[in-house]
């Protein structure tokens, strides 16, 4: 009965190819989110939706473009990947958008040839 | 800014008190947050702190925070070896008006027998 989950765990592709990371929370939250996490462990927030809507957008390329068919379901697809898209990615929920804490899935590790 | 600091690693012993400090940035954050990642896991949350407050206890977890000097610690008392992971404080600035973690560079704990 995992809260946060994010398929796949492990991804290694291509350059230039086009990938999705998918996440779905069992824990009845209005408000999802995916991080990234670089080679030196930086966390960084990427995107954030609040039932179905995009709130926080943080400069990141259009090739990233989430997406959000239902408020348990926040999917990431990547574009034309780079050597630099290599990271882990987590996705996590919380209650609402505004202050409480956020569960985190168990990351998924994107990896660029 | 939006920069929160932490030192990047801390070795102690099995059995003694483990504190792993951050300073953050944003003096209107209204909640702090401490994170473990442990190799190849998600972040799970610890604990958090309310920015009213000085300090928190829970179970081994001991947190205090000095507004004044926009300085956070975590305080493990008799560290296990299975608390060795990589901690990270956070904060969800005051100004974002939605929620977005702003995690710390994080802190290699390494308990050794």
């Known amino acids: 009965d995992t809260a946060v989950s994010q398929t796949p765990k492990y991804l290694v592709t291509q350059m230039g190819n086009d990938k999705s990371i998918k996440c779905e929370q069992n824990?009845?939250?209005?408000?999802m989110y995916w991080y990234k996490q670089d080679s030196k462990k930086f966390l960084k927030i990427m995107f954030s939706?609040?039932?179905?809507?995009?709130?926080i957008n943080e400069t990141v390329p259009n090739r990233f473009s989430p997406k959000s068919p239902d408020k348990a379901h926040l999917n990431l697809h990547i574009n034309s990947l780079e050597l630099g898209d290599s990271a882990v990615y987590f996705c996590?929920?919380?209650?609402?958008?505004?202050?409480?804490?956020?569960?985190f899935g168990q990351g998924t590790r994107l990896t660029v040839v | 800014g939006e920069d929160v600091e932490q030192s990047l690693f801390l070795s102690v012993r099995e059995g003694d008190s483990s504190v792993i400090n951050c300073t953050y940035t944003?003096?209107?954050?209204?909640?702090l947050y401490w994170y473990k990642q442990e190799p190849g896991a998600g972040l799970q949350l610890l604990t958090y702190?309310?920015?009213?407050?000085d300090m928190k206890q829970d179970q081994r977890l001991t947190v205090l925070l000095n507004k004044k000097d926009k300085h956070l610690s975590l305080r493990i008392a008799d560290t296990q070896t299975g608390d060795s992971a990589i901690y990270f404080c956070?904060?969800?600035?005051?100004?974002?008006?939605?929620?977005?973690?702003?995690f710390g560079t994080g802190t290699r704990l390494l308990v050794s027998p």
């Open positions: 944003d003096s209107s954050s209204t909640y």
């Open positions: 824990l009845g939250h209005d408000t």
């Open positions: 956070a904060e969800i600035p005051g100004n974002t008006g939605f929620q977005k973690l702003v």
């Open positions: 939706y609040n039932n179905k809507e995009l709130i």
């Open positions: 996590a929920s919380s209650q609402d958008a505004v202050r409480t804490e956020a569960f």
């Open positions: 702190i309310f920015s009213n407050m």
